[in-house]
Nanobody
Framework: QVQLVESGGGLVQAGDSLRLSCGASGRTISFYAMGWFRQAPGKEREFVASIARNDGTTYAGSMKGRFTISRDNAKKTVYLQMTNLKPEDTAVYYC???????????????????WGQGTQVTVSS
């Protein structure tokens, strides 16, 4: 089992950049595919990006080209670099870990067994 803690959220203006971090404790994250999801007020949680054990990545369509997911297994940390932020990116962002999925970069929340508590990102216009 791995425990996850997100950080780096905050209040920014439209067009700004922000980098979220997800620190893990417990098992090494090299055994896990890692992902980021987000949930805006009144909306369901949605997939943002994921990174496989071999560093293959998958992005939601609206985030492709603006967001970059990366991982540092030695530091047990996963990052989400967000650029050109828009007000519609406002949400609580969650980090998640998926075990036992080979080299895939999963996109369904049901594939992820460990979740962080979330970090708030607010983008003002």
């Amino acid at each position: 089992q791995v425990q996850l803690v997100e950080s780096g959220g905050g209040l920014v203006q439209a067009g700004d950049s922000l980098r979220l971090s997800c620190g893990a404790s417990g098992r090494t994250i090299s055994f896990y595919a890692m992902g980021w999801f987000r949930q805006a007020p009144g909306k369901e949680r949605e997939f943002v990006a994921s990174i496989a054990r071999n560093d293959g990545t998958t992005y939601a369509g609206s985030m492709k080209g603006r967001f970059t997911i990366s991982r540092d297994n030695a530091k047990k940390t996963v990052y989400l670099q967000m650029t050109n932020l828009k007000p519609e990116d406002t949400a609580v962002y969650y980090c998640a870990a998926a075990y036992g999925l080979g080299l895939s970069a999963p996109t369904f929340s049901a594939d992820f067994g460990s979740w962080g508590q979330g970090t708030q990102v607010t983008v003002s216009s």
